[in-house]
Every structure is written in C-alpha cells, then in structure tokens.
C-alpha cells in the first residue's frame, strides 16, 4: 500500500511539473488555423491529461487554501490561479491548438 501511496504521489507531481510550465506562458490566443497531426496526438495523450491532472489537483489545493483566502479576500485570485486557468487550458482551447498560449 505505501508502494502505491508513494508511485500516485510521484505521479501527481511529475504531472503538475509537466503541465505548469504552460501556465506560465503570456496568454496570447492565436491559433494557427491547422495544426498538425503530431501536435493533435500530443494535445489529447499528453496535455490535456496533464491538465486534468492539474485541473483535480488546483481544486484541491484551492479547498485547502479557502480559509486561508476568504480572511484577505483573496479567493478569486487564488480561484483563477489554481482552478480556472488549468480548467480553461483542458477544456476550452482547441485541440491541437495553442497550447504556448496557456
């Protein structure tokens, strides 16, 4: 049980390094009108899982913070940071498409 305990956690970690340097990233929104295939199989096997990831993770994190944010009315701020922004980056943008702008 700590085997796996332990191999989820280095899971979940490695996940979030992978997918936060997008985040990072000016938010700029131009696609380009059609990407390649090879960015579509990368966007769906490895982005957009690692978004979710991240997606499940800053929501967790964001519960964790709540009492910590409503005291300096700070909550959206940490709500766009750890919730939205990964949510918008897995489920909003176009496949394939624009993943720099993120």
């Known amino acids: ?5 332990i191999k989820s956690f280095a899971a979940i ?5 992978i997918a936060s340097p997008g985040f990072t990233q000016p938010e700029t929104y131009a696609y380009s ?3 390649s295939a090879g960015a579509i199989i990368g966007d769906l096997f490895l982005a957009r899982p690692a978004g979710l990831i991240a997606t499940a993770v800053g929501t967790a994190v964001f519960i964790v913070a709540l009492p910590f944010s409503l005291p300096s009315c700070s909550v959206d701020k940490v709500a766009q940071a750890l919730v939205v922004k990964p949510a918008t980056f897995t489920f909003v943008r ?4 624009g993943i720099r702008g993120y």
């Open 1 to 5: 049980m700590q085997r796996f305990m």
């Open 13 to 17: 970690v490695l996940s979030v390094f």
């Open 33 to 35: 009108e059609t990407p």
């Open 94 to 97: 176009p496949l394939g498409q």
